[in-house]
């Protein structure tokens, strides 16, 4: 079963920027809205933010602001741009479609906040 393949991850500063990148196959990527999920250490993953088919974007509360998703459809790609980031954003992040989600997921990229 090919997985999804998320990548970008890496240490940061508070406050500054990355962005992640993640390509999946096309019987998860499709016509399906597509999410980035969060895992921070030792709880459970949880969605950061969704996008459609046409663009049309959600995010959580405590992203919103700061973190944008887009989409390539023609590369089976979706993107998450993160500006001003916080320790609390600490954590593995793995894209999936939103829902429900595939069965299996990538291995994730690891995103560390340390000043």
């Known amino acids: 079963q090919v997985r999804p393949v998320e990548s970008g991850g890496g240490v940061v500063q508070p406050g500054g920027p990355l962005r992640l990148s993640c390509t999946a196959p096309?019987?998860?990527?499709?016509?399906?809205?597509m999410a980035w999920f969060h895992q921070p250490p030792g709880k459970q993953r949880e969605r950061a933010a969704h996008?459609?088919?046409?663009?049309?974007?959600s995010y959580i509360d405590s992203v919103r602001g700061r973190f944008t998703i887009s989409r390539d459809n023609a590369k089976n790609t979706v993107y998450l741009q993160m500006n001003s980031l916080k320790p609390e954003d600490t954590g593995v992040y793995y894209c999936?479609?939103?829902?429900?989600?595939?069965?299996?997921w990538g291995q994730g990229t690891q995103v560390t906040i340390s000043s």
């Open positions: 999936n479609r939103f829902h429900p989600p595939d069965n299996y």
């Open positions: 096309g019987n998860i990527f499709g016509p399906f809205a």
């Open positions: 996008v459609t088919s046409r663009g049309q974007t």
